[in-house]
């Protein structure tokens, strides 16, 4: 009898095993906050062939599935994959490669940063980025007389942080046939006593990056996989790359195809014409990894260097009102090419009158029209009744909160104290528009996803500045922010149902988190560390 039992116990964990589906992994134990339209919460799910098969409890998906890999999360948080919307994903790359002069605090470190640079690397052109007079203590913008002194005859061009302003010596000037008497419509050639200050904003910038080295094709494939490498730390499976030309987007395409590059890739096409008519008369491009259909395209400039297109003057500089960099019947008829060919049209917006353009233009070409999706990248200064045009439906404000936090020192004196309460306006964007889709304009801002969260939620820098938050009112929730770094950013590039919350047939791309983001206190947000990074259920 005692043996028959046996067989018979023996027989039912048999036809149990039996019953269950195989699949390549399941993951147990977890608190996942799916980002379903209910934004539900679960703690388990199964992958198969690179897609969430199911998703319930613990012991549903143990007792449904045998898998080849148990990840067990012991209670951990696990979200979708984060995607950030707006980002330079190769210019990150790419900056490696170059002088870093991010988070210097004065002129004098930003030229310690370069001799030190030129010294080791020995460049036949120094090319750098991330200064910011307005971090430092004289916030006026330098000259090139130093830069002229140290090298005569050695090419040299720095950045400003934003990509907006550049300095320049006079070898580099030399090089770019930049004179007192040049003229480069949207934009400005500073000059002080009728001479050049070696200062360029936004436009006349071309002229000296059409003579910098080309970058050889495996500095391009080390740019591509050191920014993926620390994107994919820092939790990122999706990456927005806001102006590509049509090169690296081939060379994108060729690394993901061979496996080498795991990264998915929203390439924005930049607006040049050899980029336009290749790939507007070709159409849109999909695979599993990358998606072309869209077009990255410049109003005006940054309120940092005072590029901003303002319908009034700046408030510390008089009868200044920044500028656009595309003409108006430019801009126009490019808005009615993107629209025929289908394709989607991102601008960058900062100061209100090129907000209220793009907006106008928007309105206008897409009228009668439905799921157009076209982005407003940054829409960071509105005024007037201008938030209005976001309840249509085609447009999508696209946000970085890190810049609100990083300009919150300084925005005040730009645009004063009426004007300023229209600028970083993102819980007002969100009520009128229904979404919002939030990057980080990396390597202007740090990669880091966490910091992005929680200037969205806190409006503080990271000593907690100020007690209040800046402008607290226009804060986001946590399930808002986590919605705009995922689902909604999905949305925003045509990409909602295959990614951007944990469903059903959707690609399982995930990352666990060592806390619960949205629970922990507010100050702890930004210490949040990624335990591992999944994408098609693969760990990076």
Not at 278 to 303: F, H, P, R
Request: glycine share 6%.
């Amino acid at each position: 009898m005692k043996n028959l039992l046996l067989i018979l116990i023996v027989l039912l964990v048999f036809n149990c095993k039996n019953d269950q589906n195989e699949v390549d992994a399941i993951v147990i134990n977890a608190n996942v906050y799916t980002v379903d339209s209910d934004f539900n919460k679960t703690e388990a799910f199964a992958i198969k062939d690179g897609k969430f098969v199911a998703i319930g409890s613990t012991l549903e998906i143990q007792q449904k599935y045998s898998a080849k890999e148990v990840i067990d999360a012991k209670g951990q948080t696990v979200v979708p994959g984060l995607i950030d919307a707006h980002c330079h994903f190769y210019g990150l790359g790419l900056n490696n490669q170059t002088v870093n002069l991010v988070g210097t605090t004065s002129f004098d470190e930003v030229m310690k940063s370069v001799i030190a640079f030129q010294n080791k690397k020995k460049p036949t052109f120094v090319i750098g980025r991330g200064w910011d007079q307005n971090d430092w203590e004289d916030k006026t913008y330098p000259n090139k007389a130093l830069l002229d002194k140290l090298y005569p005859n050695l090419p040299v061009a720095i950045t400003r942080i934003d990509g907006h302003a550049m300095l320049c010596n006079q070898a580099a000037l030399d090089l770019a046939n930049i004179t007192i008497n040049t003229k480069v419509f949207g934009g400005e050639i500073k000059t002080e006593n009728s001479k050049l200050t070696g200062v360029l904003i936004d436009n006349p910038m071309e002229l000296v990056e059409a003579i910098f080295p080309e970058p050889t094709k495996q500095q391009q494939i080390d740019a591509l996989l050191d920014a993926q490498k620390i994107c994919t730390s820092l939790g990122l499976t999706s990456v927005s790359d806001a102006g590509l030309d049509r090169q690296v987007i081939e060379l994108i395409d060729s690394l993901q195809k061979s496996n080498t590059l795991q990264m998915r890739v929203y390439a924005m096409i930049s607006n040049k014409e050899e980029n336009l008519h290749y790939y507007l008369n070709k159409g849109k491009i999909k695979t599993e990894k990358l998606n072309v259909q869209s077009v990255k395209v410049y109003a005006d400039g940054a309120l940092g260097s005072r590029g901003a297109a303002l319908k009034q003057p700046y408030s510390d500089e008089h009868n200044h009102f920044g500028a656009m960099v595309i003409g108006s019947k430019d801009y126009e008829d490019l808005a009615q090419r993107i629209e025929k060919a289908g394709y989607q049209m991102n601008t960058h917006a900062i100061g209100d009158s090129a907000n209220r353009f793009v907006l106008k233009t928007y309105e206008k070409t897409l009228a009668n029209q439905k799921n157009r999706r076209w982005r407003v990248e940054h829409a960071q200064v509105i005024t007037d009744n201008d938030f209005e045009y976001f309840k249509n439906e085609n447009i999508i404000p696209s946000i970085q909160p890190t810049h609100a936090t990083s300009d919150m020192y300084w925005a005040e004196e730009r645009l004063g104290e009426n004007r300023v309460k229209g600028a970083y306006a993102y819980k007002t964007l969100l009520e009128k528009s229904g979404r919002v889709a939030l990057g980080t304009d990396f390597p202007v801002e740090q990669v880091n996803p966490f910091l992005t969260f929680y200037a969205a939620v806190a409006r503080k820098d990271l000593k907690g500045f100020p007690e209040n938050g800046f402008q607290k009112e226009n804060g986001l929730t946590r399930e808002e922010t986590l919605k705009g770094m995922t689902i909604w950013a999905a949305f925003a590039n045509f990409e909602d149902q295959e990614k951007g919350s944990i469903e059903i047939n959707k690609y399982a791309d995930f990352i666990i988190l060592d806390q619960d983001i949205m629970e922990v206190s507010e100050e702890k947000i930004p210490l949040t560390k990624v335990q591992k990074t999944y994408i098609n259920g693969v760990a990076q």
